[in-house]
């Protein structure tokens, strides 16, 4: 997973975008407008403007560190999974998140930020990464509920950055979407068969659903009147498609599965509106939403602290590897001469 | 066909214990690629186990599932290498805790991949053709599982004072339990009296020339082998395996008449 979708300012002091106007060669200028007109891509040795630069590491590597930090709260199930074939899945979804980190990282290193200064953000509190993740998993169905809603989310979120104009992101997202995909079924296979099962297996299958479904709606950001960002990101061919009409499409897909698995989606308010061939739904609650964002989720400080344990302790491995390597060279130059 | 049974279950409760504990790693790693790394090694071992507790469960019959085996039986009945089982860190008492240390799973990987290219190339020639099947799928894993181990021993070994001095300690520690991979079992008696299993001490000599190649080569001391000899492989555990069991197998537990 999981870019939010929206244009989050990453703390403090980064300017906003949306009135950029190039103080670059206008001539260069003029050449990358026309690109992103015509839907073209950038590539990594083209011309760009700095702000279209800064804008796509920024949401490069914010999505990156959702992929990372979005690892903890499923591998917080791994060691209990109460099956070995679904141990096993668990086991393979983590590492793809893990590998769509990779995928998202060297593509933000191909606009010139490497991954230890895009690290350097996340551990120090400055880069944000998607907010749904600092929320708790409490049961083993928030595994399966994370899988069907927020790779859900993340897939409507996603699919249509792999028309993105930055070239080497929008092919990431190609292959990051398609294990997305596979991440939902299997969510939502994992759910169908608990929903088979013992009482308790459904009241936890529902359960899971009432605190996941208000915070996955959150995830596609602000309603589009409050969101000024999003203009310039249309602009440059980053953002495809508001934050409510993904918003609505996944509503609108989600519905249907909701009466399938045989759960009630928490919102009174839910229900077909004919004349908008769309679903109605509730007020979601954006002062949680922003409150979460700005850090004062319910697991904000343990993710952040795990990541920079995680990296802080395996300093040693990492030193020791680059110790090697010089080693290695400094003989093989030695065996040369 | 119980020398057949206990037999399958020693070799998946190894790949099952083991893998267990290498998904601990799982969002922790010293760097995204040996997260991954670890994630891998992980899956293979527990792909391993599946089948040779499926296979243990069909020849016991009746109602036996992967799952029962894996989740029903008690510390005592589990047959794992005791080495396996312990935690990634320096010796502790169960209770104890402490942070997950690279250099001890490497060294476990390192020392039980040796011995485990061995034993599946070994029995890619069972008398169970359903073992040797198992058997070679599992050898191409394990050699990538000790490739990967390798170099690592190899890297921290030879890299930061840090990194040598960690990985001596780990070696120090878990060699000494490298020893019972030799001791005598009834068990393994029984399945290579059946022709199922083999002898381990046959492979003895080449296990210390892979073990010693590559700690001369990451500059690491082999500790001199002696001491308590453990026996998880007849069910007498360190305090380590009830914590581990309790974790993994509380969900299922919980809701025994839950599918999933
Ligand atoms: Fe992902
Ligand atoms: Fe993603
Ligand atoms: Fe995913």
């Known amino acids: ?337 | 066909m119980s020398a057949a049974v206990d037999y399958l279950l020693h070799l998946a409760d190894n790949a099952l214990v083991l893998g267990q504990r290498n998904a601990e790693w799982c969002g922790h790693g010293p760097i995204l690629e040996e997260d991954i790394a670890q994630s891998n090694v992980s899956l293979d071992l527990i792909g391993q186990a599946r089948l040779l507790y499926q296979l243990a469960a069909t020849l016991k019959g009746g109602a036996v599932t992967e799952d029962q085996l894996a989740y029903f039986r008690d510390t005592h009945e589990f047959r794992n290498y005791t080495l396996l089982e312990l935690p990634h860190h320096g010796p502790l008492s169960g209770y104890a805790s402490s942070s997950l240390d690279y250099g001890t799973t490497i060294v476990r990987n390192f020392l039980y991949s040796a011995l485990m290219a061995l034993l599946w190339e070994a029995l890619e020639k069972s008398a169970n053709a359903d073992l040797a099947a198992i058997a070679a799928k599992s050898l191409k894993e394990v050699r990538y599982h000790l490739r990967h181990s390798r170099d690592w021993l190899v890297r921290l070994g030879d890299g930061t004072d840090e990194s040598h001095a960690r990985s001596q300690a780990s070696l120090d520690h878990l060699f000494p339990y490298t020893q019972e991979f030799w001791a005598h079992s009834p068990a393994e008696a029984a399945a290579v009296e059946a022709g199922i299993g083999v002898d381990l001490n046959t492979l003895k000599a080449d296990w210390d020339a892979i073990v010693d190649a590559a700690l001369a080569e990451a500059t690491l001391q082999r500790p001199t082998a002696g001491g308590y000899v453990s026996e998880g492989k007849k069910g007498i555990h360190s305090e380590h395996l009830g914590f581990l069991l309790a974790e993994m197998q509380s969900l299922a537990r919980a809701h025994p008449n839950g599918v999933w």
């Open chain 1, 1 to 337: 997973m999981y870019t939010q979708s929206f244009n989050v300012q990453d703390t403090p002091g980064a300017k906003a975008v949306a009135s950029v106007q190039s103080k670059e060669d206008p001539a260069l200028q003029a050449a990358f407008d026309a690109r992103i007109d015509a839907d073209g891509r950038i590539e990594p040795q083209d011309w760009m403007p700095e702000a279209y630069r800064k804008t796509l590491v920024r949401q490069i590597s914010q999505h990156a560190h959702s992929e990372i930090v979005g690892m903890l709260p499923e591998g917080n199930w791994i060691s209990r999974a109460p099956s070995l074939k679904r141990k096993a899945i668990l086991i393979a979804k983590v590492q793809d998140e893990g590998g769509h980190g990779l995928y998202l990282y060297s593509a933000a290193e191909t606009l010139g930020t490497s991954r230890d200064q895009m690290l350097e953000g996340l551990h120090s509190g400055r880069a944000k990464y998607s907010s749904i993740f600092n929320y708790p998993t409490l049961t083993w169905a928030d595994v399966g509920v994370v899988g069907w809603l927020v790779d859900g989310a993340a897939i409507m979120n996603q699919v249509p950055l792999c028309r993105c104009s930055y070239g080497p992101y929008a092919r990431a997202m190609v292959r990051v979407c398609k294990e997305e995909s596979f991440h939902q079924r299997q969510g939502y296979e994992a759910l169908l068969v608990m929903m088979t099962g013992t009482a308790e297996q459904k009241a936890m299958v529902q359960d899971a659903v009432n605190r996941f479904w208000w915070k996955c709606l959150a995830m596609f950001g602000p309603p589009d009147a409050d969101s000024p960002n999003s203009l310039q990101g249309m602009r440059w061919g980053i953002k495809r498609i508001s934050n409510d009409d993904l918003r609505q499409k996944f509503i609108d897909a989600t519905v249907p599965q909701a009466k399938v698995l045989g759960v009630t989606l928490p919102d009174p308010d839910l229900k077909w509106n004919e004349e908008r061939q769309h679903f109605d739904y509730g007020q979601i609650d954006w002062d949680e939403f922003w409150a979460t964002v700005n850090g004062n989720g319910p697991c904000n400080k343990e993710r952040l602290a795990t990541r920079v344990k995680a990296y802080s302790e395996g300093a040693w491995v990492r030193d020791a590897a680059m110790a090697h390597a010089r080693k290695q060279q400094e003989r093989s130059m030695k065996e040369a001469a």
